[in-house]
C-alpha cells in the first residue's frame, strides 16, 4: 500500500489581502515603471549613436534623410529593445531587482554596440563616419545594422 500523498500549500505573506484593484495597480506600475526606463535608456542609445557618427543625427535623419544613419540608429536602437525586453522577462516579477537589471545590462548593450562599431571600423575598415557622408544606402551600413541586431540578440539571451 502507498502512502498517501500530503497535499501542502504555499504561504505568501499578504497573498490572501490582495484585491484584484491592488494586483492591477501594482502591474501597471510595473509596466509603468519599465516602459519610462526602457525610453530613457533608448534616449540614452540614441545620443551614444549621435557620438559615434559625425554630424547631427536627427539632423541626418530628419532634414538631410540619410538612409545610412537611419539604418544604423534603427538597428542600434531595435537591438537595445531586444535587451531591454529580455532583462524584463528575466526579472520574474520582482519589481526593484528588475528595473536594476534592465538597467544595468541596458547600458552594457549600449556600450557592447558602440564597441562594434569601432571594432568594425578598425577591424574591417567600415567607418561610420563615412558611411555616413554618403546619400544612398549602402552595403556597409547593412552589415553594421545586422552586427547591431545580432549583438542585441546575443547579449539578449545571455541576460536570459
Given at each position: 500500500?502507498?502512502?498517501?500523498?500530503?497535499?501542502?500549500?504555499?504561504?505568501?505573506?499578504?497573498?490572501?489581502?490582495?484585491?484584484?484593484?491592488?494586483?492591477?495597480?501594482?502591474?501597471?506600475?510595473?509596466?509603468?515603471?519599465?516602459?519610462?526606463?526602457?525610453?530613457?535608456?533608448?534616449?540614452?542609445?540614441?545620443?551614444?549613436?549621435?557620438?559615434?557618427?559625425?554630424?547631427?543625427?536627427?539632423?541626418?535623419?530628419?532634414?538631410?534623410?540619410?538612409?545610412?544613419?537611419?539604418?544604423?540608429?534603427?538597428?542600434?536602437?531595435?537591438?537595445?529593445?531586444l535587451i531591454v525586453a529580455a532583462s524584463i522577462w528575466s526579472s520574474g516579477g520582482?519589481?526593484?531587482?528588475?528595473?536594476?537589471?534592465?538597467?544595468?545590462?541596458?547600458?552594457?548593450?549600449?556600450?557592447?554596440?558602440?564597441?562594434?562599431?569601432?571594432?568594425?571600423?578598425?577591424?574591417?575598415?567600415?567607418?561610420?563616419?563615412?558611411?555616413?557622408?554618403?546619400?544612398?544606402?549602402?552595403?556597409?551600413?547593412?552589415?553594421?545594422?545586422?552586427?547591431?541586431?545580432?549583438?542585441?540578440?546575443?547579449?539578449?539571451?545571455?541576460?536570459?
Amino acid at each position: 500500500m502507498s502512502p498517501t500523498p500530503v497535499q501542502t500549500t504555499t504561504y505568501v505573506p499578504g497573498a490572501e489581502t490582495l484585491s484584484l484593484a491592488e494586483i492591477l495597480g501594482r502591474g501597471a506600475l510595473a509596466i509603468a515603471s519599465y516602459a519610462a526606463l526602457g525610453v530613457i535608456l533608448l534616449i540614452i542609445g540614441f545620443y551614444v549613436i549621435d557620438l559615434a557618427i559625425p554630424g547631427k543625427l536627427s539632423r541626418l535623419i530628419k532634414e538631410d534623410r540619410n538612409p545610412n544613419a537611419t539604418l544604423l540608429a534603427c538597428s542600434g536602437l531595435a537591438a537595445l529593445g531586444l535587451i531591454v525586453a529580455a532583462s524584463i522577462w528575466s526579472s520574474g516579477g520582482a519589481l526593484h531587482e528588475g528595473l536594476l537589471a534592465t538597467l544595468v545590462f541596458g547600458l552594457v548593450g549600449i556600450a557592447v554596440q558602440t564597441v562594434a562599431m569601432i571594432a568594425f571600423d578598425r577591424v574591417a575598415g567600415i567607418s561610420v563616419r563615412e558611411l555616413v557622408k554618403e546619400p544612398d544606402l549602402q552595403p556597409g551600413a547593412r552589415l553594421l545594422a545586422v552586427t547591431h541586431l545580432a549583438i542585441g540578440l546575443i547579449t539578449a539571451v545571455a541576460v536570459l
